[in-house]
């Protein structure tokens, strides 16, 4: 089986990707981080998995650059505007579990 994973260049098309959990990929940049999104698809309760990866640090201790390149997979309601990583109670993986010692 193939599945077509689409590009989104921004906020916008992410946020309208997640109300039908469509199979996208976002890269989003801020001052303090580079995050890599991918949309898996449905999960329960009416939520979306999304696979999170930290790609680069811009601001913090030097101990943070240990959670550059990890993962992890997060559900997120269809209808939240917050991104994966502010609620990571809703999240499983190293990322996760690595970024919990910080």
């Not at 001052?31 to 811009?58: Q, R």
């Amino acid at each position: 089986m193939f599945y077509y994973v689409g590009t989104c260049e921004d906020n916008t098309c992410f946020s309208n990707s997640l109300l039908n959990c469509n199979r996208v990929s976002w890269i989003k940049e801020d001052d303090k981080a580079i995050w890599h999104y991918n949309v898996l698809g449905n999960s329960e309760n009416n939520a979306c998995k999304i696979e999170v990866e930290l790609l680069k640090i811009k601001e913090g201790t030097i101990d943070l650059e240990n959670l550059q390149g990890e993962k992890m997979v997060c559900s997120v309601d269809k209808t939240q505007s917050e991104y994966p990583e502010k609620d990571i109670s809703k999240c499983s993986g190293l990322l996760k579990r690595v970024s919990k010692k910080y």
